[in-house]
């Protein structure tokens, strides 16, 4: 499986916040299908995998109560190129 960016957060993103919480919905391109059972992983600066879950039967993830002082990468393994993220 191919692994693609999803997204990012910055922590000049995050101004005066503690802590942060990303959420989003992998989804098939053509017919907006959600894909439950997608593995996601959030990586930090360096491309270290922090945290790893799998997407739930609505297609939905979350990682919550991240360090605000640092920059994140999301990440998915997903060989179908129809594989869209929402957030």
């Not at 957060?9 to 053509?30: C, Y």
């Not at 593995?39 to 979350?62: A, C, M, P, R, W």
Request: hydrophobic content about 35%; aromatic content about 6%; glycine content about 6%.
């Amino acid at each position: 499986a191919k692994e693609s960016v999803v997204g990012e957060m910055s922590k000049a993103q995050f101004a005066d916040a503690e802590s942060v919480t990303s959420t989003g919905k992998i989804v098939l391109s053509d017919t907006q299908q959600p894909l439950g059972g997608v593995s996601v992983f959030l990586k930090d600066s360096s491309g270290v995998v922090i945290k790893e879950t799998k997407t739930n039967s609505n297609g939905e993830f979350l990682f919550a109560d991240l360090p605000a002082k640092n920059n994140y990468k999301i990440t998915i393994s997903e060989s179908d190129p129809r594989v869209v993220t929402k957030m």
